[in-house]
């Protein structure tokens, strides 16, 4: 009755079948490794689009453990990651959430764009990113001890914060922070390559589109295009879209409303790609 699901069916489904395609760009996965090791709760700071998840990924496959991934949003409460009781025709069933299964199974559990979540809300993490390691059920009267596993990962975007929307002290002070930015450009042009299959010199090309309008992030732009919009932008090419046509529709419309903000930018892509 009620039992929780710690069984190995459950660790298996929340392991990565197959290595994630992911290429360095510095130390990170060095770095990650001696975090985990130390079960060190993880913080990854950068832009959208610029490779946090698929990094994380790729560790919970190159470490062997399993991955649970909890999109963050306003309207997240405490019981969504921890758990509730569920009512049913046999009466009331209580269901571990994703926090609640990661810190049984001994998963890394990667909670993406924490600054959507309420600050009320991220709290019930805190005595599981402390030496503590424990997650009190308080409806369910159980206190959960970490699996030895278990480890913390939350992705940030420092673009989006706000005085309104941010974490406070007492979270963010529990975590080793890693920052995440786009690639350099050889690197970068080599993964939308790889993700879309594009030429070696339409990837180039690509990403120097980006690169001009990184350069009018705060000049007009909330934030450049992403190393996600490239692959993006590549997958549409090698299916046939000519390039002026796909930019315009992966790289640019998603990013501006403003006249003249997508004037510039599609003289960029017609000046790149001319
Ligand atoms: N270093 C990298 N190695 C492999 N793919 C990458 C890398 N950086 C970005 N990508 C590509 O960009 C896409 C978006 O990255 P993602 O990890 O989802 O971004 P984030 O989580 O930072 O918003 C990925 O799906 C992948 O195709
Ligand atoms: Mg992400």
């Given at each position: 009755m009620n039992a929780p699901v710690t069984d190995l069916a459950t660790t298996q489904q929340y392991m990565l079948a197959e290595e994630p395609y992911y290429r360095a760009v510095d130390a990170e996965t060095d770095v990650y490794e001696a975090a985990y090791a130390a079960r060190m709760p993880v913080m990854l700071k950068g832009p959208?689009?610029?490779g946090k998840t698929r990094f994380v990924e790729y560790m919970a496959w190159k470490l062997g453990k399993p991955l649970i991934t909890v999109a963050c949003?306003?309207?997240?409460t405490a019981s969504d990651l921890v758990g509730r009781f569920l009512l049913d025709a046999d009466g009331t069933r209580w269901q571990d959430g994703p926090l609640t299964i990661a810190a049984r199974i001994g998963a890394i559990c990667y909670l993406d764009e924490?600054?959507?979540?309420?600050q009320d809300t991220m709290v019930v993490i805190h005595a599981l990113t402390d030496h503590r390691r424990v997650l009190p059920l308080e409806k369910r009267g159980e206190q959960v001890t970490a699996h030895p596993d278990f480890q913390m990962v939350i992705s940030y975007n420092p673009?989006?914060?706000s005085l309104m929307k941010d974490l406070k002290q007492s979270t963010k002070q529990r975590f080793g922070a890693m920052v995440f930015d786009y690639p350099p450009a050889d690197v970068e042009a080599e993964i939308v390559a790889h993700e879309s299959g594009v030429e070696a010199e339409v990837a180039r090309k690509l990403v120097q589109v980006a690169q001009r309008s990184r350069n009018l992030k705060g000049h007009g732009l909330d934030e450049g295009m992403s190393t996600r919009l490239l692959v993006h932008a590549g997958q549409l090419i090698t299916r046939g879209i000519p390039a002026s046509d796909a930019c315009r529709m992966t790289l640019v419309r998603p990013l501006t409303d403003d006249p003249d903000m997508l004037d510039t930018l599609d003289s960029a892509i017609d000046t790149v790609f001319g």
């Open positions: 959208t689009g610029c949003n306003e309207d997240m924490v600054v959507e979540a309420r673009g989006y914060q």
